[in-house]
């Protein structure tokens, strides 16, 4: 079954204290992305990568970090969290990145910083 | 600036009637468009895509208009049910296909 696995899926943390949200995907996808989701202001995108060892700025990739070693797994890495960070990611994957390709979405991460 | 905005932020209809929801960009010129559902809590899913050459798109009860002079794509569900109330959300790409972006999302309510 084609999926976008993320985790952890809820997670409360303290201000400072590093986390990593992994996500992985088993359908062999080119390009991978982070979103967070906040209410009132929609899906915003935060990192992406078009393929292995390539990774670019989404819309807010402030006090975000990622990295793409592998195809299959595209982490979140939040060095200093803070409690702006509090939100709802969601990582997701396509075969590329041309907007003619299905994105596939993982379940989402209720992250809350304390 | 870049934007896109999603008529109203909630949308009531009776079931059985159509719902139409509209997408408005500004500053973007995607060469594809596409739409999701998003239910409480959970991650969106595809439902169509159009590309910025076609006028129309249609699957099932659903169809999709894409206007490039308007910049403006309409999204309908004709009879609509219960099990249709979700929040949906347009998508378009620009950077050649490299970001995503997407709107605020509509939140759909049918009635019964």
């Known amino acids: 079954e084609a999926q976008v696995t993320q985790n952890p899926r809820y997670l409360i943390t303290v201000t400072g204290k590093k986390l990593t949200v992994t996500c992985s995907q088993n359908?062999?996808?080119?390009?991978m992305s982070w979103y967070r989701q906040d209410p009132g202001l929609g899906l915003r995108q935060i990192y992406y990568?078009?393929?292995?060892?390539?990774?670019d700025k989404g819309d807010v990739p402030e006090g975000y970090k990622v990295s793409r070693k592998e195809k299959r797994n595209f982490p979140l890495i939040l060095e200093s969290p803070s409690p702006n960070q509090t939100s709802l990611y969601f990582c997701?994957?396509?075969?590329?990145?041309?907007?003619?390709?299905?994105?596939?979405f993982g379940e989402g991460s209720w992250l809350t910083v304390v | 600036s870049q934007k896109i905005e999603q008529n109203s932020e909630a949308l009531n209809i009776q079931e059985g009637k159509t719902a139409t929801l509209t997408c408005n960009y500004t500053?973007?010129?995607?060469?594809?468009l596409q739409w999701y559902r998003q239910d409480p809590g959970r991650g969106p899913v595809f439902l169509l895509l159009?590309?910025?050459?076609?006028k129309e798109k249609r699957k099932e009860r659903l169809k999709v208009t894409f206007d490039t002079t308007l910049k403006q794509s309409l999204f309908h569900i004709t009879a609509s049910q219960p099990a249709d109330s979700a929040t949906y959300l347009c998508?378009?790409?620009?950077?050649?296909?490299?970001?995503?972006?997407f709107g605020p999302g509509t939140r759909l309510s049918v009635l019964p």
């Open positions: 997701a994957s396509s075969f590329s990145g041309a907007g003619r390709n299905t994105i596939y």
């Open positions: 359908m062999n996808h080119e390009y």
């Open positions: 990568s078009m393929n292995v060892e390539v990774t």
């Open positions: 500053n973007y010129s995607p060469a594809y």
């Open positions: 159009i590309r910025e050459n076609e």
């Open positions: 998508a378009l790409d620009h950077n050649y296909g490299q970001n995503f972006v």
